[in-house]
């Protein structure tokens, strides 16, 4: 465990250094963005100290990171180029909330707020905190936005993608048999996670993900401590026509190119 939690850090200051350099900060200016000192960062990017746990929150709050993100791999030049694109779509979410012709708005748990969630879920103050997405409609029951982490509820470039915001109305566990293939937000004792209702067992729920290749998981009704039921998304992304839309597609473009044909002489 020490071993893979020492690689894990070694990880940390490779990204550090990585995104200091793809943005241009110096390693005093870097510093200075988490009240540290300087000689402090060139520690953490040769692997001679290790930051603490307080610091990578910070780190990755700022970059709008997640922190196993952070902590468990390399980031590419392309991840890191796109860190300022993720940060300004919260931000424009943010700033739909201030708009006095949406009627509902709903607080945005992003994903690098997600173990903070789990932790504090039932605080007001916390609650009150998160920035707040605008949502068009007037809602009957409290609704609340998670930022979709991760790819496995896409599959053949259909379905919800990592960045996507999701909008969720809370439910009971006691209202899921009638909620088979629904899309649920879970909030766990180990995270967040977004599924797809498979089947309902009065001690644990079977979930999948649309992408086939990965396994059904079951999760244990005692481990749950909230479900929300995903109403709808916000999404950058424009989904393609799956199979059957594009067969309907090539099917109206054929009868359109047949109604335009000079109409047989019969005589």
């Not at 390693?27 to 307080?54: D, M, N, T, V, W």
């Not at 709008?64 to 300022?84: G, N, Q, V, Y």
């Not at 729920?205 to 059904?216: G, R, W």
Request: charged share 20%; proline share 4%.
């Amino acid at each position: 465990m020490a071993q893979n939690f020492s690689k894990n850090l070694s990880y940390v200051g490779r990204n550090i250094k990585k995104i200091r350099q793809v943005k241009k900060i110096s390693q005093a200016e870097f510093a200075g963005l988490f009240h540290l000192s300087r000689p402090s960062i060139g520690a953490y990017e040769e692997g001679r100290s290790e930051p603490k746990i307080e610091t990578l929150i910070l780190i990755a709050t700022y970059f709008k990171l997640s922190i196993d993100l952070l902590l468990t791999r390399e980031l590419s030049i392309a991840e890191i180029f796109s860190l300022d694109t993720i940060k300004k779509k919260l931000d424009k979410a943010h700033n739909v909330g201030q708009n006095s012709s949406i009627i509902t708005t709903a607080p945005l748990v992003s994903q690098d707020q997600f173990l903070n969630y789990v932790v504090n879920h039932n605080s007001n103050d916390f609650i009150d905190k998160l920035p707040k997405i605008g949502i068009p409609i007037k809602a009957s029951s409290y609704l609340i936005c998670f930022e979709m982490v991760g790819s496995e509820m896409v599959f053949q470039q259909q379905g919800l993608h990592n960045g996507d915001l999701l909008i969720g109305k809370l439910v009971h566990q006691t209202d899921l048999k009638g909620m088979i293939g629904q899309v649920l937000c879970l909030v766990t004792k180990s995270g967040i996670s977004t599924k797809r209702l498979d089947s309902v067992n009065p001690r644990h729920l079977q979930l999948k993900s649309d992408d086939p290749n990965y396994p059904i998981e079951d999760l244990l009704s005692e481990n749950i401590i909230q479900i929300w039921q995903v109403l709808g998304v916000f999404s950058e992304k424009i989904n393609p026509p799956n199979y059957l839309e594009g067969r309907i597609l090539k099917l109206e473009q054929a009868i359109d190119k047949l109604s335009t044909l000079p109409e047989s002489n019969n005589n």
